[in-house]
C-alpha cells in the first residue's frame, strides 16, 4: 500500500481513529472530512479503514477471546 501522511503524523493518525470510531464532533468531522476530501491518498486509506472496521463488527460476536485477567 501506497505511504500516506497517517504512516508520519500521529496527531492525524488520532484523527483518523476519532474520525472512524465517531468520536469527533461536528466542527472537526466536518474539518476532517474537508481535509480528505483535498488529499485523495488519505480519503482511499481511510475508506479502506472503515471498511475494515465494519467488516470486523459483523464477525465480533463470533470470535471467542480469552480472557486476560487471572
Do not use: C, H, W
Not at 465517531?22 to 488529499?39: H, I, P, T, V
Amino acid at each position: 500500500m501506497k505511504p500516506t501522511a497517517f504512516d508520519s503524523d500521529r496527531v492525524l493518525t488520532d484523527f483518523l481513529t476519532d474520525y472512524l470510531d465517531g468520536n469527533l464532533d461536528q466542527a472537526e468531522r466536518q474539518s476532517f472530512e474537508e481535509y480528505l476530501s483535498q488529499n485523495e491518498d488519505e480519503r482511499v486509506f481511510a475508506d479502506k479503514a472503515m471498511k475494515g472496521k465494519k467488516a470486523l463488527a459483523r464477525f465480533a460476536d463470533k470470535i471467542n477471546v480469552p480472557s486476560v485477567t487471572a
